[in-house]
């Protein structure tokens, strides 16, 4: 299919402000222009019981902030099921602010708690701190659910982007953790270390996430090039310590059709399949990276939102 005109126009609109891409300026710039620019055609803010910001200590002694969203009042005697989401931004853009509205609206329509996890970014934290950061937030809540309404026995990782890939691999270290997993939600998730896809060849450049800029948030991420075969980084291809994909939650699936990381959103459904789990895989015509967030202006996004959230409160069990 074409490109959505919604679609049209932002990239027209952003092509027309010539403004630096994140590629082209410092990490802490890159941040900052992300968190300005974010909010601008998402969705508007849903409503919530409470929003709290918490500290959650990680592996190495430090603390990392996360936001639990709780859409309706939580109930000790009916604990509600939980959503752990992680940010996109290439492992060095993003935070719980850039991704606000999403976890609101998943809160809302998913009739669940969310904990969005401010992971540590790059490049002052190489890999793989990001996946310890991801992966101690899930042990966190799983140990103090009860303390916040949350059911443990009804829990899900979700994330966009690099947050994807950091939900692909917590599945897999809660398998082996013996932490129970209702879904993994993977919102055109990255999941290879090298760019060799078509969609990488055919897509590089004009449709908002350009190989220049995937390179560049991988420079700032990986300590050497060796990092890029590690399974944490590349579930999809990663060799370096690459357990078995068996026995994992179910996992839904979100790419898009103008996106680079489509045929490996693609590729890495087809290997969840191989290793006998269930997979749903949506390939959203006509949208690029980010649609997610574009919901304020593109009209047809509300249709991935809603497909999300189903999928959520069917794995969770909710009406």
């Not at 509600?80 to 329509?109: I, K």
């Not at 949350?150 to 990782?157: E, G, M, S």
Request: hydrophobic share 40%; aromatic share 10%.
């Amino acid at each position: 299919m074409p490109l959505n005109p919604k679609i049209e126009q932002v990239l027209d609109m952003i092509a027309r402000a010539k403004r630096p891409k994140l590629h082209e300026m410092t990490p802490q710039a890159a941040r900052a222009s992300y968190e300005k620019s974010a909010p601008i055609l998402e969705i508007a803010s849903a409503p919530m019981f409470s929003v709290e910001d918490l500290r959650i200590p990680t592996r190495d002694g430090a603390t990392i902030g996360a936001r639990l969203y709780h859409a309706e009042e939580p109930s000790w005697a009916n604990p509600a099921p939980a959503l752990v989401y992680y940010h996109g931004g290439g492992f060095t853009v993003g935070s719980v602010n850039t991704h606000d509205a999403l976890a609101r609206m998943f809160a809302r329509d998913s009739q669940c708690a969310v904990l969005s996890v401010d992971y540590r970014l790059a490049p002052e934290h190489k890999f793989p701190t990001a996946v310890d950061d991801a992966f101690d937030a899930l042990t966190w809540l799983h140990t103090h659910a009860a303390e916040f309404g949350i059911d443990a026995a009804r829990l899900a990782v979700g994330g966009d982007s690099a947050g994807g890939t950091l939900a692909t691999v917590c599945a897999v270290l809660a398998r082996d953790a013996g932490i129970p997993l209702a879904l993994q939600l993977l919102i055109y998730p990255g999941t290879t270390g090298y760019q060799q896809t078509d969609s990488h060849s055919r897509l590089a450049d004009g449709f908002l996430l350009s190989g220049t800029t995937i390179q560049w948030f991988f420079e700032q991420y990986v300590r050497d090039t060796s990092d890029r075969d590690d399974w944490r980084f590349a579930p999809l291809d990663g060799t370096r310590g690459a357990p078995d994909f068996s026995g994992l939650a179910p996992a839904w699936i979100a790419t898009a059709e103008y996106d680079p990381l489509s045929d490996e959103g693609d590729a890495y459904a087809d290997k969840l399949r191989r290793y006998g789990n269930a997979v749903t895989l949506t390939r959203y015509p006509g949208m690029i990276h980010e649609f997610f967030k574009m919901g304020g202006f593109v009209p047809e996004v509300a249709h991935a939102h809603a497909d999300a959230a189903a999928a959520l409160r069917a794995a969770f069990g909710v009406d």
